[in-house]
């Protein structure tokens, strides 16, 4: 697409599989986008469903399902980001196909969950490279998934991928969600976007019970991330992008969390007790906040305090 066609189709609707399609006329603009939650542009994404969003030149947003991913276009080719899973990946290709006629050549994930790296296979048989950090392997040589393409490239540390005219920096921030997380940050707009999965879904509670979270690294993830130079969150789940004070919201969420089940544990009230009586009125607008949920989220908080993980 050139450029001139892209600023006027800055919002490509799939509407693949779930029969999600949404018209670009009642597509939201980035500008509401950025807006942040309680945020009408937000709830056409409340719902699973499949879409494409140009985020800039040559940088898109892909949503299968739940899941989102990024991709980035350059001359020589593609660099793909998360697969999903089978189903999602197959809708992936499909959503890059429909932008450029390239092959994908790189596939980076962000960190070794299932519910994101699953069904690469597709791009494989294209012969796209597969990268991840070195402690993804780890993992997917102990809990070993027959739908996870292992990694061709590995690295410690941060990696940049080039391709092209572009790059993207992946950074490693250390264990946090699973222990192989990275942002990736595009060479666009002069590294305005940051593509953040499963660290925070924007205008949402943390998922029930924190699976895989470790919250003292969390917060301390999400400090060095609010310390970046960028504006513009790409998440991992629900809208294709956001401002980054869903950084800061996140951060405040939990160490309100953590605040009032410290202030039990330091008054004596028994670990059993804490997670019915922490109450975060502050939060109450977050998608996903229910009673049972923050329950989930405080034992999981008490746990902490109990065993130091
Ligand atoms: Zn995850």
């Known amino acids: 697409m050139n450029r001139a066609a892209s600023v006027v189709a800055n919002l490509i609707w799939a509407g693949l599989i779930w029969g999600a399609s949404a018209l670009a006329a009642d597509a939201p603009s980035r500008d509401d986008l950025m807006k942040p939650y309680p945020n009408p542009a937000w709830d056409k994404f409340a719902v699973a469903g499949n879409d494409t969003m140009e985020i800039a030149p040559d940088l898109y947003s892909f949503r299968g399902g ?16 998360d697969p999903g899973d089978p189903q999602m990946a197959k809708a992936y290709r499909e959503a890059i196909r429909k932008v450029t006629p390239k092959p994908v050549k790189y596939v980076v994930y962000s960190h070794e969950h299932w519910d994101h790296v699953r069904g690469g296979q597709v791009f494989k ?24 393409v292992m990694p061709d490239i590995t690295f410690k540390g941060n990696y940049t991928v080039k391709l092209g005219q572009h790059k993207l920096e992946l ?5 946090n969600h699973g222990d192989c997380m990275v942002v990736m940050r595009p060479d666009i707009e002069n590294g305005k976007y940051l593509f953040i999965v499963d660290l925070l879904t924007p205008g ?61 544990i330091d008054a004596g009230i028994p670990r059993s007790q804490i997670p019915e009586r922490v109450k975060l009125p502050k939060f109450a607008y977050l998608r996903g906040n229910t009673e049972q949920n923050l329950r989930d989220n405080a034992r999981r908080i008490t746990a902490f305090y109990g065993i130091g993980w």
């Open 125 to 148: 048989d294209e012969g796209a490279k597969f990268i991840s950090h070195a402690n993804c392997v780890t993992h997917f040589k102990e809990i070993p998934d027959p739908d996870v």
């Open 171 to 175: 950074i490693y921030l250390g264990r």
């Open 66 to 81: 739940g899941t989102r991913s990024i991709f980035i276009v350059t001359k020589d080719g593609v660099i793909a980001t």
């Open 204 to 264: 949402g509670a943390p998922m029930d019970f924190m699976p895989d979270y470790f919250p003292v690294q969390w917060i301390k993830s999400l400090k060095q991330i609010e310390a970046m130079d960028f504006t513009v969150v790409l998440p991992g789940h629900g809208v294709p992008l956001a401002s980054k004070s869903a950084v800061t919201e996140r951060r405040e969420y939990l160490e309100a969390l953590i605040a009032a089940v410290k202030a039990d």
